[in-house]
């Protein structure tokens, strides 16, 4: 019976994962589940459909087949939501030149995804360089690519976390105080 009852199970299971719509492997799941597990230093990418399978080590790929908006915005608010982390966000710079006539719809995403990352710091790098930063990040620390269907090229957020307790300024003056050789609170 208690093997009756584990196949059972397993087979539900299986045919659950397999009966969900396309693209919806629950990466939401996934990435909520890998939320706690994050800190400084990983990365978060919600990317264009042509972005690249990278070959490092810690980069993991999910297929969304979801909207870039709609990733991002989940994201965010589970970023948002944490106790420990905060967003440090880089755009590619090619993506202002991109023009409708070669992209269509590049000004209307430019114009919501400025509505979505309003009130944000958003830092602007060329592409190459973002894939390369986040390569060599993927052989120390976890990075995370959360696939769209989006079509519009140069169009990915990237998101480098930071620690939401421990900001900028506070880890500058504690490598002030070390370099002087004076303990906190003296």
């Not at 589940?33 to 690249?52: E, K, T």
């Not at 169009?155 to 370099?179: G, H, P, T, V």
């Amino acid at each position: 019976m208690r093997r009756l009852l584990v196949a059972t199970g397993m087979l539900l299971a299986t045919a659950a994962l397999y009966a969900a719509p396309p693209g919806e492997v629950n990466w939401r799941a996934q990435a909520a589940a890998q939320m706690p597990l994050l800190g400084h230093r990983n990365w978060i990418l919600i990317v264009d459909s042509a972005y690249p399978l990278q070959g490092s080590s810690g980069v993991q790929t999910i297929e969304t087949g979801e909207p870039m908006l709609a990733v991002a915005h989940f994201i965010l608010g589970a970023i948002d939501e944490s106790i420990h982390l905060r967003p440090d966000i880089f755009m590619d710079a090619e993506l202002p030149f991109v023009a409708d006539e070669d992209a269509p719809d590049a000004s209307a995403y430019r114009r919501q995804v400025s509505d979505l990352l309003h009130g944000r710091q958003v830092v602007s790098e060329p592409h190459d360089k973002l894939i390369e930063e986040v390569g060599e990040a993927g052989n120390t620390f976890h990075v995370l690519v959360l696939k769209t269907n989006s079509t519009i090229p140069y169009s990915s957020i990237f998101i480098r976390l930071n620690c939401k307790y421990w900001s900028d300024d506070a880890e500058q003056r504690l490598r002030a105080r070390m370099a002087a050789g004076k303990a906190g609170d003296q």
